[in-house]
């Protein structure tokens, strides 16, 4: 067998194997695009009348929305602008629990609470990462299914390239004719399409790959010349406990020194310590909408000392290329890296990939289905 006829083997195999799970993991990315501006069309709750008030604490906040959920563990406290609720984040692996209660800021009134793992986006998510199977096996298959897809477009492109310099036009664009067969029209829609979306889709496919995997994102950062640690660690306190029992927890203070120092900053999300010798972690939101160039700050949770982090979780002014490529790769896998135009284009690139395990399973079944007919006129 030549080397075309045992890649397009290679291609078709694989592609038969892995083509629901493609197909499924690429809708689902398709409705996830735009999931931050569908939701904004009735999140009116996340806005308060701005008063001249001073803010609740994060321990006031906390609090509050423990006698809630007395039972799950406070993951987080965003604090926005001062039209924004606060909102509390609760969140357990195991049984797994996410939900948000969102504050009024100035009286400590609950607005609303969000049940992140119901409702549609919640269903889509599922299915995107592991099919709506339980979470270890499902994105196993899912993790395991893109990385054959990766090998899937490189096979792909290879078979799509012409022999002849002359049938390159046909390659790419569609030459239909009133008499043009179905199997003709769907054989053009699978390499075509698969011609022009190949490299956006590899970029996709490949950053969710990343995400799944973090021996992948260590080849990676190593390879781009990455020095520091690639892992998200919390540092641990420089100092003894020397908290007095008081009304006012040092934390409580941590808000006021973070507005000074960031005064353009969307928002603060405070994380409290999991243990007396943790430091608070703080995520500053410097875009609305992105999440690569987020401050991580770390305080001792005693003196509020600054903590530098090794790792590539600092400050964003300080991290060097090969740190840029690992903290960017959510905002390129899902568009946003480039506005509402990437979000589009993510959007257009998962539709049409949703298409080709589609066309290419009725490529198959028309070649099997036409030697099969072929067979039996000769039976006959």
């Known amino acids: 067998m030549s080397f075309k006829k045992i890649l397009f083997q290679l291609h078709k195999i694989l592609g038969l194997a892995t083509g629901l799970v493609v197909f499924i993991v690429a809708i689902t990315g398709c409705c996830w695009a735009f999931k931050e501006e569908i939701e904004s069309l009735y999140d009116d709750y996340k806005k308060v009348a701005p008063q001249n008030e001073s803010n609740l604490t994060p321990t006031e906040a906390k609090e509050l929305t423990k006698k809630i959920f007395p039972n799950n563990s406070v993951h987080g406290t965003i604090f926005g602008k001062n039209d924004d609720a606060i909102e509390v984040i609760f969140y357990d692996a195991e049984p797994e629990f996410y939900q948000s209660v969102f504050l009024n800021p100035y009286s400590g ?71 043009t067969r179905w199997k003709r ?44 640690n690639p892992t998200f660690l919390i540092p641990k306190n420089q100092s003894e406990n020397l908290v007095n029992i008081t009304d006012v927890l040092p934390i409580d203070f941590l808000l006021t020194k973070l507005e000074k120092e960031n005064p353009n900053a969307e928002s603060f999300e405070i994380h409290y310590p999991h243990s007396n010798s943790d430091a608070i972690y703080v995520e500053v939101g410097n875009s609305k909408g992105l ?80 030697k099969k007919k072929s067979l039996d006129s000769i039976k006959v």
């Not at 299915?127 to 994105?139: A, F, Q, S, T, V």
């Not at 490299?199 to 021996?215: N, P, Q, R």
């Not at 896998?333 to 257009?348: D, M, N, Q, R, S």
Request: net charge positive; proline share 2%.
């Open 291 to 370: 999440h690569y160039d987020a401050d991580f700050l770390f305080f001792d949770q005693n003196t509020l000392n600054e903590i530098q982090s090794e790792t590539i979780y600092g400050k964003y002014e300080n991290t060097k290329v090969a740190d840029k490529i690992l903290r960017m790769n959510y905002d390129i896998h899902i568009g946003a890296i480039g506005g509402i135009v990437g979000k589009i284009i993510a959007f257009l690139v998962s539709l049409l990939v949703a298409s080709l395990p589609v066309t290419g399973i009725l490529l198959w079944y028309g070649r099997n289905y036409k």
């Open 109 to 179: 009134e609950i607005i609303q609470i969000d049940d992140h793992l119901s409702g549609f986006f919640a269903f889509i998510l599922k299915g995107h990462m592991r099919l709506w199977l339980p979470k270890d096996i499902g994105e196993q298959v899912v993790g395991v299914s893109i990385l054959i897809f990766l090998l899937i477009i490189i096979s792909g492109f290879f078979l799509w390239l012409p022999k002849k310099r002359k049938n390159l036009k046909q390659r790419l664009k569609f030459d239909w004719k009133k008499t």
């Open 185 to 228: 029209k769907n054989f053009d829609l699978h390499t075509v399409i698969g011609f022009y979306v190949c490299s956006l889709a590899l970029i996709i496919a490949f950053t969710g790959s990343m995400m799944s995997y973090d021996w992948l994102q260590y080849v990676v950062y190593k390879s781009a010349g990455g020095e520091k």
